[in-house]
């Protein structure tokens, strides 16, 4: 069974860091693309930042680009996704998600989502 | 505002038909097959439709998908209380080098 769960959701204040992580497993973790998906508090869903299974290709959100660095462990089976520079309007639930295979295929899995808190 | 072009909600009563759009380019939709997500409140979406019309085994098939140039749409036939949720259509964007969501669509059950 697939199984993908967050961790690393705090309160931070504007211009903070944190890291976020998700642990994976049920699948052959390097065999996959991953990509963190978010959703502010009553808003749609916003892709955020994706990483090719063997890690050669990123790719991010403008509104993330130069702020935010996915990366992944697959010796480890895990995702992270390090926020830096954080503002208000990152607020948000952040969620990993998996690719069918490569990053423009659709997500068939997801895990439950890990909060964000932005405010001083 | 979102790439992709949905209806902020549609309602309609038990056993009908709704039908939710999805509009966008020759880089997204023009080029890519479309995806739709389904989320109920506080919880994770999970996936409804993809390649444009191809359910996921434990979906059922009151719900099916169709693209046409660039645009697409989600349709729910029976229409059940339980189909209550926010639907999201997604697709790879190339111009953005990303994937796009659309800005959901809440469905209400009358």
């Known amino acids: 069974e697939v199984q993908l769960l967050e961790s690393g959701g705090a309160l931070v204040k504007p211009g903070g860091s944190l890291r976020l992580s998700c642990a994976a497993s049920g699948f052959t973790f390097s065999s996959y693309a991953m990509s963190w998906v978010r959703q502010a508090p009553g808003k749609g869903l916003e892709w955020v930042s994706g990483i090719s299974g063997g890690a050669s290709t990123t790719n991010y959100a403008d509104s993330v680009k130069g702020r935010f660095i996915i990366s992944r462990d697959n010796s480890n089976n895990t995702l992270h996704l390090q926020l830096n520079s954080l503002r208000a309007e990152d607020t948000a639930v952040y969620y990993c998600?998996?690719?069918?295979?490569?990053?423009?295929?659709?997500?068939?899995?997801w895990g439950q989502g890990t909060l964000v808190t932005v405010s001083s | 505002q979102s790439v992709l072009t949905q209806p902020p909600s549609v309602s309609e009563a038990p056993g009908q038909r709704v039908t939710i759009s999805c509009s966008g380019g020759s880089s997204n939709i023009g080029n890519h097959p479309i995806k739709w997500y389904q989320q109920f409140p506080g919880k994770a979406p999970r996936l409804l439709i993809y390649?444009?019309?191809l359910l996921p085994s434990g979906v059922s098939d009151r719900f099916s998908g169709s693209k046409s140039g660039t645009s697409g749409s989600l349709a729910i036939s029976g229409l059940q209380s339980e189909d209550e949720a926010d639907y999201y259509c997604a697709v790879w964007d190339d111009s953005l080098d990303g994937v796009i969501f659309g800005g959901g669509t809440k469905v209400t059950v009358l």
């Open positions: 390649y444009d019309d």
């Open positions: 998600a998996k690719h069918s295979a490569g990053l423009i295929y659709y997500f068939d899995y």
